[in-house]
């Protein structure tokens, strides 16, 4: 079928494509919410199911390239780990420490680090399948590894509910989806931009495609839109989130997330969802590129988290703590310190450590990382341009206020904190006095933004009237669901339970 194309209106001929084609499934975006939604597709019975993906191939996969996904789920313990990691050696396996991680608990971090603003029916929903998606997705052959952890005394501490990661990360996920699409005949078409959607706040049927070559329509009979947040379009931070100056800062993924789905969705009459104000933002190297600041300058990804503040101290531009570096680990609080160091005078702090954290740092370790390293304080003060009196005199006073007479555990928060400070530390508090010290410069990185579109337990997306609209789902970061913090690994998990939902639902309602 031939029409005429009002986008190609001033197109040379050639480049007038003008072609209607039909699937029964399109999915937009080409991340991991995306290949998780047409894999499900597939295997629901969708015989033809389209994957858009705007970027070309080699800068394909969205955020998903920059990461280690690891995932948080709810599991019955080690004996149910071990069916998805039967690799790992025996002896290693032993010093793996790893309980249960039940729906209370997953429920209860999910309501605490988002203020209770969480929407409690699509928590359930993500929480109650989580344990069902992972299982999935090892039916569907993904295979897995171990996640991070730290080692003490030998034995291997991981963060509760977040044990598993796909092998080889974010990019070992993409490649092993990508192989069990195209196994599976998705047909993954790149250089292929959304830049319409067909149909009212009623029902959806269809999308309009740009390409290099020109543009086409292609209808289905539901479109999933898998295309994540806007993090990466500085117009659209600098409009919706509530701190200042985000138009300038770094974004750690894709410099492909730049929100035009989900503006053309809410266009059509979406729900608005999730905390438009605020985004999950860590802390990453001062000088990381940018634009994809995960990535260091030799292509490796997720090199420039600087995640190991709950081990030392952090003070900004002027040499004062700003922070409870030790409010709990990492896992729950990264997403929140991103913002709160954007918030520093000049968007800059430095992260303090002494030998004894060092032990069991993590980051900062790589090549190309920012590092100082001095034989005392005032020295690093100097070397990083810090005033040396007021940063000797924090750090003098932080280690006068530590209660040593509680032991330091660094397995578990260990309540060992410093008293009569504004903000105390309020865990694993240790004295800096170890040298050689370091500085380690760090500024926010944007990851994700947490407003979207509001969608059904079946991921559907729903109008402002609070109808679904037919035809039309949403998974990934396009949808709203996060408010103020997020529980680290809870992004991969939604984005593979809401695409198993709206795979299955479009295929049984088509
Ligand atoms: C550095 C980093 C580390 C992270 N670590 C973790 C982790 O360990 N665990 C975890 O759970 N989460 C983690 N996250 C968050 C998580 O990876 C993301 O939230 C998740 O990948 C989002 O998936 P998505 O499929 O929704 O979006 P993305 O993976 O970002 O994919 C969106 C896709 O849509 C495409 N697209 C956009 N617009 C259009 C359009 N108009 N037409 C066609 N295609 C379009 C993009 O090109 C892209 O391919 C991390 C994120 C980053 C950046």
Not at 258 to 276: C, I, K, S, Y
Not at 302 to 327: A, C, H, K, W
Request: with cysteine; charged share 20%; proline share 5%.
């Amino acid at each position: 079928m031939n029409e005429t194309d009002p986008d190609n209106a001033g197109a040379p001929e050639s480049a007038r494509m003008s072609v209607h084609q039909h699937c029964d499934i399109i999915v937009i975006g080409g991340g991991s919410s995306a290949f998780e939604a047409a894999v499900a597709a597939r295997m629901a019975g969708a015989e033809r199911v389209v994957m858009l993906e705007k970027a070309p191939e080699s800068q394909a996969g969205g955020n998903a390239r920059f990461s280690h996904t690891g995932f948080r789920f709810v599991f019955s313990g080690k004996e149910e780990l071990r069916t998805f990691i039967p690799d790992v050696p025996d002896d290693i396996f032993e010093t793996m420490q790893i309980d249960e991680y039940t729906r209370q608990e997953f429920i209860d971090d999910l309501n605490r680090v988002t203020q209770d603003r969480i929407d409690p029916d699509l928590a359930a929903h993500m929480v109650d399948k989580s344990n069902e998606a992972l299982h999935w997705m090892k039916q569907a052959g993904i295979i897995w590894a171990p996640d991070k952890f730290v080692v003490v005394n030998g034995k291997r501490y991981f963060e509760p509910g977040n044990i598993l990661q796909p092998l080889g990360g974010g990019r070992g996920q993409l490649q092993q989806w990508r192989s069990i699409a195209e196994k599976l005949n998705v047909d993954i078409r790149f250089n292929a931009k959304v830049i319409r959607l067909h149909g009212d706040q009623s029902r959806v049927d269809g999308v309009r495609v740009l390409t290099p070559d020109g543009t086409y329509d292609l209808t289905a009979s539901a479109v999933i839109a898998c295309s994540g947040g806007f993090q990466a379009n500085a117009e659209m931070r600098a409009r919706y989130l509530d701190v200042g100056n985000t138009d300038f800062m770094k974004v750690r993924g894709s410099r492909h997330n730049t929100g035009e789905v989900m503006r053309m969705m809410l266009d059509l009459g979406a729900q608005p969802a999730g905390h438009w104000q605020w985004a999950h933002m860590s802390p990453i190297d001062l000088n990381a590129p940018k634009m994809e600041s995960s990535l260091r300058a030799d292509g490796v990804g997720n090199t420039m988290n600087r995640y190991d503040y709950p081990l030392g101290i952090s003070v900004n531009s002027q040499g004062v703590r700003f922070f409870d570096e030790g409010e709990a680990s990492h896992a729950y609080t990264y997403a929140k310190t991103g913002r709160t160091v954007h918030l520093q005078p000049g968007s800059i702090a430095y992260q303090i450590y002494d030998q004894k954290a060092l032990a069991h740092a993590n980051y900062g370790k790589d090549p190309g990382s920012t590092r100082f390293e001095a034989g005392t304080i005032r020295e690093l003060a100097q070397k990083v341009g810090l005033n040396p009196d007021v940063l000797e005199h924090t750090v003098q006073t932080f280690n006068a206020a530590v209660r040593t007479d509680i032991p330091y555990d660094r397995s578990k928060l260990d309540g060992r904190r410093t008293e009569g400070l504004d903000p105390d530390k309020t865990n694993w508090a240790n004295p800096l006095d170890e040298p050689p010290f370091y500085a380690l410069p760090v500024t926010g990185g944007i990851t994700f933004t947490f407003g979207g579109v509001g969608v059904s337990t079946n991921a559907e997306v729903l109008n402002t009237e609070g109808l679904p609209i037919r035809g039309l789902y949403a998974s990934g970061d396009v949808i709203g669901l996060f408010y103020f913090n997020y529980p680290a690994c809870t992004g991969q998990t939604r984005n593979v339970v809401f695409s198993l939902s709206a795979a299955r639902h479009a295929v049984a309602t088509a």
